[in-house]
């Protein structure tokens, strides 16, 4: 029962902006950490950010300083916000979770797609 939907991707041009957003739902009885991960075709998958309970603890070397994750609590969400964005920043981008519910398990999001393209 337990699922993770992103939204808020599409396509914009160099230097513009995106604020990812990523729902938990389900029989949830916590969740600790949660982060964002990036795939683009033909490479695989890598993580851009992460976040505890407590905030950010981690940002992919070229996400730093342009991408800020966030996260509410009270409502199971986690966000990323993408500023700046490049080409290269093209890719399907999947939410990601550690929860609690019954048992502790990692659970992924279908991802949802970033163009970045003039």
């Known amino acids: 029962q337990v699922q993770l939907v992103e939204s808020g991707g599409g396509l914009v041009q160099p230097g513009e902006s995106l604020r990812l957003s990523c729902a938990a739902s389900g029989s949830i009885l916590s969740i600790d950490v949660m982060g964002w991960y990036r795939q683009a075709p033909g490479k695989q998958r890598e993580l851009v950010a992460v976040i505890t309970r407590r905030g950010p603890i981690n940002y992919a070397d070229s996400a730093k300083g342009r991408f800020t994750i966030s996260r509410d609590n009270a409502k199971n969400m986690v966000y990323l916000q993408m500023n700046s964005l490049k080409p290269e920043d093209t890719a399907v981008y999947y939410c990601?979770?550690?929860?609690?519910?019954?048992?502790?398990?990692?659970?992924w999001g279908q991802g949802t797609q970033v163009t970045v393209s003039s």
């Open positions: 990601n979770a550690v929860i609690q519910s019954g048992s502790i398990n990692r659970y």
